[in-house]
């Protein structure tokens, strides 16, 4: 048996060689998911002027990819439990990948929506397994680091896909081949190998890793057990998965997921297409330009994770987060160009800091047995946002000509997602439970909740 001060020892240098390894490893693979999710934003204008591909269609076959998404995440995410996260993250990878590449033959209308249906479909299950492998290694009190840091690597994929699509898109003709083919060809074939890579450095469980000791592995397995049975012990042990599926919070939870990604991907597929209004612009300065709001929300995302491992309540972070996002947003649409993309970086390092703070609450709230499928549920339904938000503004650029109304629609969506924030409920720390836990024999406590 390993003393209390050797198994704290051993769970803290665990911790740290995770950090080392594992998470490095998730965030290239993030990374390169990141390029291959925004890398039609750069491609619009030469989609339309190759491939005859309009404004509401780009925005329809931008969504199309998260229909998809939607209905295969949950079957992806129970065949993730079935063959380990090392088999099916790389899986993951190696298909959306090839998926990816081919997009640099599209040729009509119908194959563009096709190949990203099918690109959602390859991608499906990717974040939950991700989020799911956090908690299966991760001690609660640190999980929260983890998210914020894995998730400010998407923001970091997004400063650097900018610049990334600008000098791809440059190569017109090289060797007989378009800008936008070098951009789809590159970025797929990367994702090809480094999912092959992954699959020999990446563990499906704790006891697979040679990079811990037998004390590490036995302290770190403990901890984790340790959480769960306190979770457990505070249900009372009865649950059932599908009712808790079914839950209203469940589903408030995916409302307000809905509302941050619906910014962050009306971000991602039309950005460019603001930042082209500022005049003088070129292919490669509007790749530069539009990396600057993400970079902000790196930033601004690295001071929200050191917040939220301090506060006992996350709820008012990603209150004060979705508000700043609304806030930008709004400024944005009356503003000039210019300012616009002030604003813009503003809203962005609001809905960005959004998304690990939120990602906490289901982590820390849910039970050990619906955690899985429970963030399926939550990300697939919260990731429609992600149809909504390039069809509709698709659709009212077309109408319109002007992605104007669509910012004003983005930042009502964040105000009421804060509203929304209000009626979420958190789980105490396991510890508190367990420190208020009635002695043997004592009448049963109900375990209390945050309002």
């Given at each position: 048996?390993?003393?209390?001060?050797?198994?704290?020892?051993?769970?803290?240098?665990?911790?740290?060689?995770?950090?080392?390894?594992?998470?490095?490893?998730?965030?290239?693979?993030?990374?390169?998911?990141?390029?291959?999710?925004?890398?039609?934003?750069y491609a619009q204008d030469h989609l339309q002027a190759d491939v005859g591909i309009g404004a509401a269609a780009?925005?329809?076959?931008?969504?199309?990819?998260?229909?998809?998404?939607?209905?295969?995440?949950?079957?992806?995410?129970?065949?993730?439990?079935?063959?380990?996260?090392?088999?099916?993250?790389?899986?993951?990878?190696?298909?959306?990948?090839?998926?990816?590449f081919l997009m640099a033959f599209v040729q009509n209308e119908m194959m563009f929506y096709v190949l990203r249906f099918l690109l959602g479909a390859a991608e499906a299950g990717f974040?939950?397994?991700?989020?799911?492998?956090?908690?299966?290694?991760?001690?609660?009190?640190?999980?929260?680091?983890?998210?914020?840091?894995?998730?400010?690597?998407?923001?970091?994929?997004?400063a650097l896909s900018g610049p990334i699509a600008g000098l791809l898109l440059s190569l017109h003709?090289?060797?007989?081949?378009?800008?936008?083919?070098?951009?789809?060809?590159?970025?797929?074939?990367?994702?090809?190998?480094?999912?092959?890579?992954?699959?020999?450095?990446?563990?499906?469980?704790i006891q697979d890793a040679k990079w811990l000791t037998a004390g590490e592995k036995s302290a770190l397995t403990a901890t984790i057990d340790e959480e769960d049975a306190q979770h457990t012990k505070a249900d009372g042990g009865k649950v059932n998965r599908w009712k808790m599926l079914l839950n209203p919070q469940i589903l408030l939870l995916c409302g307000?997921?809905?509302?941050?990604?619906?910014?962050?991907?009306?971000?991602?597929?039309?950005?460019?297409?603001?930042?082209?209004?500022?005049?003088?612009?070129?292919?490669?300065?509007?790749?530069?330009?539009?990396?600057?709001?993400?970079?902000?929300?790196?930033?601004?995302?690295?001071?929200?994770?050191k917040w939220q491992d301090r506060a006992k309540s996350k709820r008012p972070l990603l209150v004060a987060a979705l508000l700043v996002a609304a806030v930008g947003t709004l400024a944005a649409a009356v503003a000039t160009p210019v300012l616009a993309l002030v604003f813009?970086?503003?809203?962005?390092?609001g809905f960005k800091s959004a998304s690990p703070l939120f990602w906490t609450i289901p982590q820390s709230a849910l039970h050990p047995l619906v955690l899985a499928p429970a963030i399926a549920i939550i990300n697939?339904?919260?990731?429609?946002?992600?149809?909504?938000?390039?069809?509709?503004?698709?659709?009212?650029?077309?109408?319109?000509?002007?992605?104007?109304p669509g910012l004003f629609a983005l930042a009502?969506?964040?105000?009421?997602?804060?509203?929304?924030?209000?009626?979420?409920?958190?789980?105490?720390?396991?510890?508190?439970?367990?420190?208020?836990?009635?002695?043997p024999g004592a009448a049963r406590m109900e375990p209390s909740t945050a309002k």
């Open positions: 048996m390993q003393s209390v001060d050797t198994a704290v020892t051993d769970v803290a240098t665990a911790m740290k060689k995770f950090f080392r390894r594992v998470l490095p490893i998730m965030l290239v693979m993030l990374v390169c998911n990141q390029l291959n999710r925004s890398n039609i934003g780009y925005g329809f076959g931008a969504g199309l990819f998260f229909i998809a998404y939607a209905i295969f995440e949950l079957p992806s995410n129970v065949m993730m439990e079935k063959y380990g996260a090392k088999v099916w993250l790389t899986r993951i990878m190696i298909s959306w990948g090839i998926v990816s974040f939950p397994a991700v989020i799911f492998y956090f908690a299966r290694w991760v001690p609660a009190g640190q999980r929260g680091k983890a998210t914020a840091i894995f998730i400010a690597g998407s923001s970091v994929a997004a003709d090289v060797l007989g081949l378009r800008g936008w083919q070098w951009l789809f060809g590159f970025e797929g074939a990367l994702s090809v190998a480094v999912g092959i890579t992954v699959f020999f450095f990446l563990e499906a469980r307000i997921y809905f509302s941050v990604q619906l910014s962050i991907y009306a971000n991602t597929f039309w950005l460019p297409t603001i930042v082209k209004q500022i005049p003088g612009t070129t292919d490669l300065s509007v790749g530069f330009l539009s990396s600057i709001p993400w970079v902000c929300a790196v930033f601004a995302m690295y001071f929200a994770a813009l970086a503003v809203a962005a390092m697939s339904l919260g990731n429609l946002g992600g149809f909504v938000a390039p069809f509709g503004f698709g659709i009212i650029k077309e109408q319109t000509g002007s992605v104007v009502a969506a964040s105000t009421v997602a804060a509203i929304l924030v209000y009626f979420l409920k958190e789980r105490k720390p396991a510890s508190d439970i367990a420190e208020k836990a009635p002695a």
